[in-house]
T-cell receptor, first 108, second 111 residues
Framework: RKEVEQDPGPFNVPEGATVAFNCTYSNSASQSFFWYRQDCRKEPKLLMS???SGNEDGRFTAQLNRASQYISLLIRDSKLSDSATYLCVVRRNDKIIFGKGTRLHILP | DVKVTQSSRYLVKRTGEKVFLECVQD?????MFWYRQDPGLGLRLIYFSYDVKMKEKGDIPEGYSVSREKKERFSLILESASTNQTSMYLCASSTPSYEQYFGPGTRLTVT
């Protein structure tokens, strides 16, 4: 089983809709969790860290479920500019593992 | 704003050449990383460094070496470039809590 798994998508979502995707991790000793976004042919950019109590940044909400070993990202009122690949990242001690990403297409 | 710069956006080298990729960060981060990204394989860690002159192997260190003589600079060296090292190379630095900030990447083609 891969240490970090994401549905590759693509998720095709109309503008203004709410979309959510999950990322599962296999090692219960994982300590830190992050979401990054990566635009086509660009570098990944930190979207948000994911805290145990969940956290929100504008239209974006991240949740951590340690019991079921997954993190989630919810995007409300989606914009065309949200089209990107969303990478889940998990840290365990010195080891940082990137998921392969979920592609999101927002449709006008 | 954190800034991570890489010496080249695009690079074309011949098989067997020694290749240097430079990365500089301006946020006084102790942690720095080199990744390569290939379609279908995602980001894979080559090497990382927690301090000057410190280096640790990542998941795919074979064929690569690194140098960190100054805190702000982390170099990736391909000792003898091969065609299977054609890839996008991404450098990152991170905060103590491992929030990583990436450079724009170097697209290396080895012919």
């Amino acid at each position: 089983r891969k240490e970090v798994e994401q549905d590759p998508g693509p998720f095709n979502v109309p503008e203004g809709a709410t979309v959510a995707f999950n990322c599962t991790y296999s090692n219960s000793a994982s300590q830190s969790f992050f979401w990054y976004r990566q635009d086509c042919r660009k570098e990944p950019k930190l979207l948000m860290s994911v805290y145990s109590s969940g956290n929100e940044d504008g239209r974006f909400t991240a949740q951590l479920n340690r019991a079921s070993q997954y993190i989630s990202l919810l995007i409300r009122d989606s914009k065309l500019s949200d089209s990107a690949t969303y990478l889940c990242v998990v840290r365990r001690n010195d080891k940082i593992i990137f998921g392969k990403g979920t592609r999101l297409h927002i449709l006008p | 704003d954190v800034k991570v710069t890489q010496s080249s956006r695009y690079l074309v080298k011949r098989t067997g050449e020694k290749v240097f990729l430079e990365c500089v960060q301006d946020m006084d981060h102790e942690n720095m990383f080199w990744y390569r990204q290939d379609p279908g394989l995602g980001l894979r860690l080559i090497y990382f460094s927690y301090d000057v002159k410190m280096k640790e192997k990542g998941d795919i260190p074979e064929g690569y070496s690194v140098s960190r003589e100054k805190k702000e600079r982390f170099s990736l060296i391909l000792e003898s470039a091969s065609t299977n090292q054609t890839s996008m190379y991404l450098c990152a630095s991170s905060t103590p809590s491992y929030e990583q900030y990436f450079g724009p990447g170097t697209r290396l083609t080895v012919t």
